[in-house]
């Protein structure tokens, strides 16, 4: 079991470059996220993906889409990147069944960089 | 809206110390409460949880009691070791449809010295 997997670890973008981060589970989980981590302000979510179909946003989606591919990957894409978006992003899996909670898995992490 | 608060950090002690990392949050009804831990280069990781109040989590040797007239989940350890070094986040959990919402603390960078 790889758990949640991220693409790429690294990534250096020009102000206006457009790129997709790569986000899969292999634990059937139904519910995605994609979280956001600068220094000095934890983590706040950018989109969650309750179950394979569905989208929403979260606190800070601003700048970004998301594709719920199918039940094991979830995109995050920047159509045009600035330099706010320097950041490490995380994507994340649960399972809610019923009102029964699941932890969130992590996955290693993006860093990115806009110059 | 939710929100969680945690002492800043950095935390520096010596291998043996205690440990306590304070957190307190603002929610209405009743959330769950959870600390993660993120080591140098990796994802978050779950350390331990409490879902209602006077829940107390426990894994490998921390502790965190869920106090609801306080509104705190204060992180404690009795005997911490270098291995420990890591930033360590607080949040809360709330329910969205059918998809838990986490919020969460700043997160506090623990420095364990032999």
């Known amino acids: 079991n790889a758990g949640v997997t991220q693409t790429p670890k690294f990534q250096v973008l020009k102000t206006g470059q457009s790129m997709t981060l790569q986000c899969a589970q292999d634990m059937n989980h139904n519910s995605m996220y994609w979280y956001r981590q600068d220094p000095g302000m934890g983590l706040r979510l950018i989109y969650y993906s309750a179950s394979e179909g569905t989208t929403d946003k979260g606190e800070v989606p601003n700048g970004y889409n998301v594709s719920r591919l199918n039940k094991r990957e979830f995109s995050l894409r920047l159509e045009s990147a600035a330099p706010s978006q320097t950041s490490v992003y995380f994507c994340a899996s649960s399972e809610v069944q019923g009102a029964t909670y699941n932890e969130q898995f992590f996955g290693p992490g993006t860093r990115l960089t806009v110059l | 809206g939710d929100s969680v608060t945690q002492m800043e950090g950095p935390v520096t002690l010596s291998e043996e110390a205690f440990l306590t990392i304070n957190c307190t949050y603002t929610?209405?009804?009743?959330?769950?409460l959870f600390w993660y831990v993120q080591y140098p280069g990796e994802g978050l990781q779950l350390l331990l949880k409490?879902?209602?109040?006077?829940d107390k989590g426990s894994n490998k040797g921390f502790e965190a009691t869920y106090r609801k007239e306080t509104t705190s989940f204060h992180l404690e350890k009795g005997s911490v070791q270098v291995s420990d070094s890591a930033v360590y986040f607080c949040a809360l959990r709330r329910f969205s449809g059918t998809a838990s919402k986490l919020t969460f603390g700043t997160g506090t960078r623990l420095q364990v010295t032999l």
């Open positions: 409490a879902t209602k109040a006077d």
């Open positions: 929610a209405t009804g009743y959330p769950s």
